[in-house]
């Protein structure tokens, strides 16, 4: 049973443009939210993360929205550019259980 | 560099063959964790320890693989009689007990041939 669902699988986006990557969850006890990028051989670095306390998280370029009602979360990224392009992973956690379930990944390419 | 550390980064092995993999947490992080990620795939939870006690195993985990951390500082993950399945990058992250956050390693890619 896939906890995470993450889409796209894939995403092509234009210098400049905004990039946008979805996850639903299913189960209700997950109160943490992460992203991680990852470039290829590397492994996964923590991008942004929420609590569902909150329904929007901004770090510079990175915005995590938030949707408790609907099981929802996603991951936008302003003003996208080259070294963007990576694979993006949302995950989720409990307080209780700190072991992180991931979507499958997203891979971007930011096009010049 | 997150200051999860992992050691080798790459792995070449013959299927049969025993193979042992090492992780060192950012120092004072407790909380240690092991995943497995296939090409395509999020990384998958194995195994986390706090401290030296190993408190959770995956189903994923099968009866080859043993983890330690025997002072809980740095920890070992051994595969015994790989096989091709097995090939995957094995990936450490830690944590800090208390926080939420977990810092990955740059991972070991095993390749069983």
């Known amino acids: 049973q896939q906890q995470v669902k993450q889409s796209p699988q894939s995403l092509i986006v234009q210098k400049g443009g905004i990039s946008i990557i979805n996850c639903a969850y299913e189960n209700t006890a997950f109160d943490y939210f992460p992203w991680y990028q990852q470039f290829p051989g590397k492994g996964p670095a923590l991008l942004i993360a929420?609590?569902?306390?909150?329904s929007e998280k901004k770090e510079g370029r990175f915005t995590i929205s938030f949707n408790k009602s609907a099981k929802q979360f996603s991951l936008h990224i302003m003003d996208s550019q080259p070294g963007d392009s990576a694979t993006y992973f949302c995950?989720?956690?409990?307080?209780?259980?700190?072991?992180?379930?991931f979507g499958k990944g997203t891979m971007l390419l930011v096009s010049p | 560099d997150t200051g999860v550390s992992q050691d080798p980064r790459h792995k070449i092995t013959k299927r049969g063959q025993n193979v042992t993999f090492r992780c060192d947490p950012i120092s004072e992080h407790n909380r240690l964790y092991w995943y497995r990620q296939t090409l395509g795939q999020g990384p998958e939870f194995l195994t986390y320890?706090?401290?030296?006690?190993?408190?959770?195993k995956s189903r994923l985990l099968s009866d080859r693989f043993s983890a330690e951390r025997p002072k809980g500082s740095f920890s070992t993950l051994e595969i015994q009689r790989t096989e091709q399945g097995d090939s995957a990058m094995y990936l450490c992250?830690?944590?800090?007990?208390?926080?939420?956050?977990?810092?990955f390693g740059p991972g070991t890619r095993l390749t069983v041939t």
């Open positions: 995950a989720a956690s409990t307080k209780g259980y700190s072991t992180l379930t």
């Open positions: 992250a830690s944590r800090l007990t208390g926080s939420y956050e977990q810092y």
């Open positions: 929420i609590r569902p306390d909150v």
């Open positions: 320890f706090q401290n030296e006690a190993q408190l959770e």
